[in-house]
């Protein structure tokens, strides 16, 4: 389990469903942290006080020791993930179940905004942005499924730390939710290549709710077969919430992201986020350094 689960976390997602914010949340919560790791003879776990990141020309770069790793993520997620993170963010992206105006309220208060008339709600830093369809995509990813026992011990663990009926819906409402936050999410710097590359993949929750009261009914794990066929045109995609996004919409986002691209959102988000607790004031730097590089932030009109 503990090469893909961290079982210490299990509380995170129990809190987010006795919040109520499954509900409104049915997307992409970004909330994994990362461990860093000095690879060598013997492997060095490094403390996240002693990192930062820096941007150049389009490339991050995790630095330690005065010694610059490159990081492989989408040039064009920097700017938006980085002020994303920097405001502290969770939820990233929508489709939410719960469309009341209590709802709502709670959607703009986590800075969400709707994305047109799509039924879509997006973290205000990504609305500009052409990574919206990334968003879109990973609400949508591929998963598989996990060993039986450990879906069992994933499934009790958590249920025994949701709390009573909660406020709100009465019907009988079911959905799912992405977060990296029971994740374990590890960085290797890798002093040979001067590079750096993150293990970690998110989960999806699958929940219930019947009279207020949510039960995780199943986990799952995104799928790591990273050769999938990549969303060349979301207006392929069968999903109601694009079919009712008008079509000049639909061509401004058009992409090439895949597998790949929606886990390695996830492990870019976590790491941005340990170096972001640890070094705020050189986090904020690299965020203004990569946003001031039009060539990757494509600002939509």
Not at 134 to 145: C, Q, R, S, V, W
Not at 236 to 248: S, W, Y
Not at 284 to 290: H, K, P, Q, Y
Request: glycine share 8%; aromatic share 8%; with cysteine.
């Amino acid at each position: 389990m503990s090469s893909v689960v961290n079982p210490s976390a299990k509380h995170d997602v129990a809190t987010l469903i006795n919040n109520g914010d499954h509900r409104i949340g049915g997307g992409v919560f970004f909330e994994g942290v990362s461990m860093f790791v000095l690879e060598g003879e013997s492997d060095v776990q490094l403390n996240p006080l002693d990192l930062s990141l820096s941007y150049a020309d389009g490339v991050v770069s995790l630095i330690h020791d005065q010694v610059s790793y490159a990081y492989d993520t989408h040039p064009q997620l920097v700017c938006p993930l980085g002020r994303f993170v920097r405001r502290n963010g969770r939820l990233a992206f929508s489709i939410p179940s719960d469309r009341s105006e209590s709802g709502q309220n709670r959607l703009t208060s986590l800075g969400l905004e709707p994305y047109g008339l799509s039924g879509i709600w997006v973290a205000r830093e990504f609305k500009r942005n052409a990574v919206v369809a990334l968003l879109l995509g990973m609400d949508y990813a591929a998963i598989e499924g996990l060993p039986p026992g450990m879906k069992a011990d994933l499934l009790s663990n958590i249920n025994s730390l949701v709390g009573g009926e909660v406020e709100g819906l009465s019907d009988d409402w079911k959905s799912y939710f992405n977060t990296d936050s029971m994740s374990q999410i590890i960085t290797f710097l890798m002093p040979e290549s001067t590079s750096a590359e993150t293990s970690g993949v998110p989960l999806r929750f699958f929940w219930k709710d019947t009279a207020g009261q949510t039960t995780v009914t199943e986990v799952a794990v995104y799928s790591q077969v990273l050769g999938s066929e990549t969303i060349s045109d979301l207006s392929t995609l069968d999903l109601p919430v694009v079919r009712i996004i008008q079509q000049d919409e639909i061509r401004s986002l058009v992409s090439t992201f895949n597998q790949i691209d929606f886990i390695s959102a996830y492990q870019t988000a976590a790491i941005f986020a340990s170096v972001h607790r640890n070094n705020s004031e050189s986090f904020s730097d690299f965020v203004n350094a990569a946003c001031r590089d039009t060539r990757y932030n494509r600002i939509r009109r």
